[in-house]
């Protein structure tokens, strides 16, 4: 990788409970990260950490279709057949956003 920038932004996202929170700020307590390989090391500074657990945290099953998200990696959603195995849903399909829901709500409790 070469950098011709002084400044580089980079967005690492985790869906972990709250309690992982205070862990993963703590990695960055010296508001440093090394991206490092056999061959090179970087040094980077850490300049700004943000947590969107609170905002997500507060859906309810009636605000969820007054939201609008985008993702920045592909979502996967699938209900469970009589076999115990996923069937993966399409995006149009009319159990989408319910179960996208209630998968995460299922992960929360």
Same mark, same amino acid.
């Given at each position: 990788?070469?950098?011709? /920038?002084?400044?580089?932004?980079? /967005?690492?996202?985790?869906?972990?409970?709250?309690?992982?929170?205070?862990?993963?700020?703590?990695?960055?307590?010296?508001?440093?990260?090394e991206?490092?390989?056999?061959?090179?090391?970087?040094?980077?500074?850490?300049?700004?950490?943000?947590?969107?657990?609170?905002?997500?945290?507060?859906?309810t099953?009636?605000?969820?279709?007054?939201? /609008?998200?985008? /993702?920045?990696?592909p979502?996967?959603?699938?209900?469970?057949?009589?076999?115990?195995?996923y069937t993966?849903?399409?995006?149009?399909?009319?159990?989408?956003?319910?179960?996208?829901?209630?998968?995460?709500?299922?992960?929360?409790?």
């Amino acid at each position: 990788m070469v950098m011709r /920038t002084k400044n580089a932004e980079l /967005t690492v996202c985790f869906h972990l409970p709250q309690a992982a929170e205070n862990f993963i700020k703590g990695l960055f307590v010296q508001r440093q990260i090394e991206i490092a390989d056999q061959y090179s090391k970087a040094v980077f500074e850490v300049r700004q950490i943000e947590s969107l657990y609170g905002k997500v945290a507060s859906l309810t099953e009636n605000s969820i279709n007054e939201i /609008t998200v985008k /993702t920045l990696s592909p979502i996967v959603c699938g209900k469970k057949n009589e076999a115990g195995n996923y069937t993966f849903l399409s995006p149009l399909d009319a159990e989408f956003v319910p179960m996208i829901y209630a998968n995460w709500k299922e992960y929360h409790n």
